[in-house]
């Protein structure tokens, strides 16, 4: 493989860390996609072996995802409804303020609901803390396996052009 086409996988692989802190950006199954172009065209025992780690790593981590955080947030009482209305606003917020108006809004919808819920401005915005603290912890476990991968693939990298 050629250097410009390793930058290019490198550069596919950010976007897949760097979407896996945004929302809306699938970023594991892009950093997958950069690791499976670079092992398809290497062919080599070696990014056979850090594709079918990186596999198992991220499969992993989509069960970790699905299995913590909605524990958490059934336990806050958090409605579906809710999210309905928080993703609506961060939605709207995306369009009315570019780049910060869709986790602004999304917070201000899911605050405005239990606020609407629970009645008192204190366990709103508690209540509203717990869920970001929830789905902050998905986003950092999504973030420690893509970053996982993108470390064993910079090895393996290192490992063939030095090996």
Do not use: C, D, H, K
Request: hydrophobic share 55%; glycine share 18%.
């Amino acid at each position: 493989m050629g250097t410009w086409q390793l930058v290019l996988v490198g550069l596919v692989m950010l976007l897949g860390l760097l979407g896996a802190v945004t929302p809306g950006l699938p970023g594991p199954p892009i950093v997958w996609a950069g690791l499976l172009w670079w092992s398809m065209t290497e062919r080599t025992a070696l990014a056979w072996a850090v594709l079918a780690g990186a596999t198992g790593v991220l499969l992993l981590n989509q069960a970790v995802i699905w299995l913590l955080p909605p524990r958490r947030l059934r336990g806050a009482g958090i409605t579906r409804r809710a999210f309905l209305v928080a993703g609506g606003a961060g939605v709207a917020g995306f369009f009315l303020v570019p780049l910060l108006g869709a986790p602004l809004g999304f917070v201000t919808g899911l605050y405005g609901m239990e606020r609407r819920r629970l009645g008192g401005r204190g366990e709103a915005w508690a209540s509203t803390r717990n869920v970001m603290r929830a789905l902050g912890t998905s986003v950092l476990v999504e973030l420690f396996a893509s970053l996982l991968v993108v470390g064993a693939w910079v090895g393996a990298v290192g490992w063939g052009r030095t090996g």
